[in-house]
C-alpha cells in the first residue's frame, strides 16, 4: 500500500541528475565554441565555464569570457562588424569614449584617430600622434602598409553556432534525464 511520496528527495536526486547533463553539455558546448575562434586566439584560453543551482527553480550552465576580444571575434571588427541588430552592445560602444569621433557609425570602418590620449575598447589610456587622423587604417592594413591587427574581421559566432550546433544533443540529454529518471523509487510504502 502506497502512503506518500518522498517529493523532496525525489526533486533533490532528479536536480542533481540535471546538474550533471547540464555540467556535460556545457563542457560540450565550450569545447565546440573553442574550435569556432578563428582571428583572436586568445579567446580560447579566456572561455571559462560556471554552473548555478538554485534549488527547485534553475540549473543552468553558463559559459563567459573575460577577454575583451571574445566581443570582437563574436560579432567582428571594423566595417565587417555585424549592427546593433544582432550586436547588442554597438550602440553602447558607439556613444562610448571608446569610440572613435572621426569613425563613421553607418560603414564602421576604422580610421585613425586625432592626436591626443584616448581610451581604447580595452579600457587602457593610449597616445595616438594623430599622423593617420581620419584616414582608413583597414585599409592600409590589408595593402600591408600597417600592422595586420587593423584589418577588419568578419563574425564568426563562435557561441551562437557552438549551441545551435549542440542543440538536439542540448533537448536530448535534458529530455533522457527526465523520462528516465526513477519517479517510482520514491513512492512510500507500508
Known amino acids: 500500500m502506497i502512503i506518500g511520496y518522498d517529493a523532496e528527495r525525489a526533486t533533490k536526486d532528479l536536480e542533481n541528475k540535471l546538474a550533471v547533463e547540464i555540467t556535460g553539455l556545457t563542457k560540450i558546448i565550450m569545447l565546440t565554441a573553442k574550435t569556432g ?6 579567446v580560447r584560453e579566456s572561455l571559462a565555464m560556471h554552473m548555478t543551482v538554485l534549488a527547485n527553480q534553475m540549473i543552468s550552465g553558463d559559459i563567459t569570457a573575460d577577454y575583451w576580444q571574445a566581443w570582437l571575434e563574436q560579432f ?9 541588430s544582432q550586436n547588442p552592445g554597438l550602440i ?13 557609425k553607418g560603414s564602421r570602418v576604422v580610421v585613425g584617430r586625432g592626436r591626443g590620449k584616448y581610451r581604447a575598447i580595452d579600457g587602457t589610456v593610449k597616445q595616438s600622434k594623430g599622423a593617420y587622423a581620419g584616414v582608413d587604417l583597414e585599409e ?38 527526465l523520462t528516465e529518471f526513477p519517479y517510482h523509487r520514491y513512492f512510500r510504502l507500508l
Open 37 to 42: 575562434i578563428r582571428y583572436y586566439p586568445a
Open 76 to 84: 567582428g571588427k571594423g566595417s565587417l562588424m555585424v549592427g546593433p
Open 92 to 104: 553602447s560602444y558607439m556613444n562610448s569614449e571608446a569610440w572613435n569621433k572621426l569613425r563613421s
Open 140 to 177: 592600409l592594413a590589408e595593402r600591408g602598409d600597417l600592422d595586420p591587427s587593423f584589418k577588419a574581421t568578419p563574425p564568426t559566432y563562435f557561441m551562437r553556432i557552438a549551441l545551435e550546433s549542440n542543440r538536439d544533443r542540448i533537448l536530448q540529454g535534458i529530455s533522457r534525464v
